[in-house]
């Protein structure tokens, strides 16, 4: 049968007095220590303790016991991972400082819509046009209604231009498309 063992947290406080004690056992974040292995000789001949760890996701792997005990290494790389795909994705469809269109033209819409302060807020949400509540609270719902841009050369555009920002009234149009589907300003009478 296999061996048992015991796992102890290791604190913070902990951590240097543990130094010259035996490592196996002790938990590191997501690592726990199974075995010391050969040691580590730097290219100055310094020698450094190492260790194989088990991480809580099951991948095995070595590294410098001190690396351990300064707090350097708490998993074998995959709660890197996870902190990335937590925060550099908004709704899990763009990577932070990298908005597709799709997000910055959902942006825009609301913006020139609900911000008195917007340059185009005058000929938007000053004339009553508004974003349905679906859309103005969720991205992703915005998305999977209009789907992706089909091309640089197109942009958001409202078929019924006295319409609000909605399901059914939303398209991506080309330039051309969207100069026929203008509105016609009221001509002042003489």
């Known amino acids: 049968m296999g061996e048992t063992m015991t796992v102890k947290m290791v604190g913070k406080g902990e951590r240097r007095s543990k130094q010259a004690e035996n490592p ?5 974040g997501r690592l726990v220590v199974l075995a010391e292995v050969e040691k580590y000789v730097s290219p100055g001949g310094h020698e450094k303790r190492r260790v194989s760890v088990k991480c809580d996701c099951g991948n095995n792997h070595t590294v410098i016991l001190d690396v351990l005990k300064s707090g350097g290494s708490t998993s074998c790389g995959c709660r890197n991972i996870e902190v ?9 469809y763009a990577p932070r400082g990298l908005q597709t269109v799709e ?3 959902w942006g825009h819409l609301i913006q020139r819509c609900e911000n008195p302060k917007d340059s185009r807020y005058k000929g938007y949400g000053g004339r009553g046009i508004k974003v349905c509540r679906e859309w103005r609270e969720d991205f992703e719902a915005f998305l999977r209604d209009i789907g992706p841009r089909p091309s640089p050369s197109h942009s958001i555009d409202r078929i019924n231009n006295d ?10 149009a080309t330039a051309k498309e969207q100069a026929r589907n203008r509105r016609h300003p009221k001509r002042k009478s003489e």
């Open 24 to 28: 196996v056992g002790l938990r590191f």
């Open 103 to 105: 997000y910055k033209a």
């Open 163 to 172: 319409g609000d920002y909605e399901p059914g009234n939303c398209r991506w």
């Open 84 to 92: 990335r795909q937590e925060r550099n994705y908004v709704h899990g």
